[in-house]
């Protein structure tokens, strides 16, 4: 049995500190956490830890340093890691001028397997360990990120994308072939080791009535696989889907049509939904992804949290690499942060990092598996150092053991700098040769 041992000071959440209060945080300041065979064994006073777990574990001392749950990233594209950054467009213009372009290079396998190993190098990098994933239209770039996410023993949720309009035709498929492409995907990937299925019907302008009544026949027939695509992102966008979509209500309706709806469906952005369209969200339980630092670099919008929180939408936060402009979590909470106070509501730290680890796991209904620190969880763990660069070191001199504002000077000044260290099912996450 292989046993570790991680000291530190723990932090997870049993619940959303924002509803639950004080009882949500569980903070152990001489903390361990026993792990063995990937998960986690015992969490607790180190103290305590120490006299159970095997006297010749191997012991990492994270002394000083906090220890939370595997950040989880809800929204993601592999193939877009040169697309960031892309200057001076907003979405379709920069779908069409920056990214059909990169997402092309995908139907070369070795280059998607080399990018898939960068990516997951990054990720780890960054504290992430779970993330929701867009591959291309071809399946060989699936393929490639899930085997790459095997070999690294990582819990990743992925699925090629389905487009057959409006798009260069070397990124379409077609109805029958995007049905078919997924489903061997699926039966090749889906619930192997931590693998996980994502039917992904990139958006309703690149796809045909008939190839969403596809996605949701794989949607039927799979019920197990996640569903992801986006949503309201960018007015342009919204007025398009509604030409080719006449006899939707909605633009949620696109997709709840074809029984796209539901508690496994992840809906990239959702910043200009009608109340109408955020009460079936609610009401179908359907997952919006709030993706700040995409929604600030394309001009999309400011999403609004507290009316979809308060309607009883679920809301996972994430990047949306390469809309997106940074891999850190931390980095696209002190964005979300900063697109919340122009909206005049407020984000408390321990709401955020919550958000980052259980909020997102339960939003994508893994939380019996990841996102806590708790015996029997699958042990991806972060060590974080809040004093990481000079500035932060100096700006943490002025907090005085009050944790939650530790956490916002964390988030809001903290990158990949501040990980000390990923853990990925109990292993320290290294770097692709
Ligand atoms: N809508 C459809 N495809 C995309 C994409 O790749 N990124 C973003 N931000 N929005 C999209
Ligand atoms: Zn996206």
Redesign the pocket.
């Given at each position: 049995m292989s046993a570790r041992l991680l000291l530190g000071r723990v932090l997870s959440f049993r619940d959303a500190p924002r509803e639950a209060g004080e009882r949500a945080v569980r903070y152990i300041e001489r903390g361990a956490v026993w792990i063995a065979d990937g998960r986690i064994v015992e969490v607790g006073e180190a103290a305590d830890v120490l006299t159970r777990a095997p006297a010749d574990a191997p012991r990492d001392d994270h002394s000083g340093k906090l220890l939370l749950p595997g950040f989880i990233d809800a929204h993601i594209?592999y193939p877009?890691t040169r697309v960031v950054g892309s200057y001076g467009a907003q979405?379709l213009d920069?779908?069409n001028k920056y990214?059909f372009v990169e997402e092309q290079k995908f139907a070369d396998p070795a280059h998607a397997a080399a990018v898939a190993e960068f990516f997951l190098d990054e990720l780890f990098r960054q504290g992430t360990t779970t993330a929701m994933v867009?591959c291309t239209v071809r399946p060989e770039s699936a393929e490639a990120f899930f085997a790459a996410s095997e070999s690294r023993g990582a819990r990743m949720i992925a699925g090629k994308v389905m487009m057959d309009r409006n798009a260069p035709s070397a990124l379409t498929d077609t109805p029958q072939r995007g049905y078919d492409e997924s489903k061997a995907l699926i039966a090749r990937w889906h619930g192997k080791g931590r693998l996980d299925y994502a039917i992904t019907p990139?958006?309703a302008?690149?796809s045909t009535p008939e190839q969403l009544e596809a996605a949701g026949a794989l949607a039927k027939e799979f019920p197990g696989c996640f569903v992801q695509?986006?949503l309201s992102?960018?007015d342009a966008?919204i007025a398009l889907t509604r030409e080719l979509y006449p006899q939707a209500r909605d633009y949620l309706d696109v997709y709840d049509r074809y029984g796209l709806l539901g508690p496994k469906s992840v809906f990239?952005?959702c910043i200009h939904l009608s109340d109408a369209e955020v009460a079936t969200m609610a009401a179908k339980r359907g997952v919006a992804a709030f993706?700040p630092t995409?929604n600030l670099f394309?001009g999309?919008g400011l999403f609004n949290e507290k009316r979809l929180q308060e309607a009883g939408v679920p809301v996972a936060l994430a990047t949306?690499i390469?809309?997106?402009t940074s891999y850190s979590l931390l980095q696209t909470a002190a964005e979300a942060y900063k697109v919340l106070q122009m909206n005049r509501q407020s984000w408390p730290a321990l709401q955020a990092f919550y958000q980052l680890t259980l909020g997102n796991a339960r939003a994508l209904g893994l939380d019996d598996r990841i996102g806590a620190l708790e015996p029997g969880r699958e042990a991806d763990i972060v060590a974080l150092n809040s004093r990481a660069t000079p500035a932060m070191a100096h700006r943490m001199e002025a907090v005085r053991g009050d944790l939650a504002e530790e956490l916002f000077v964390l988030m809001t000044m903290g990158d990949d700098r501040a990980v000390a260290q990923t853990y990925v099912a109990g292993t320290p996450a290294k770097a692709s040769a």
């Open positions: 594209h877009q979405l920069w779908l990214t867009y990139r958006f302008i690149t695509t986006h992102e960018n966008e990239g952005h993706c995409s394309l999309s949306d390469g809309g997106g």
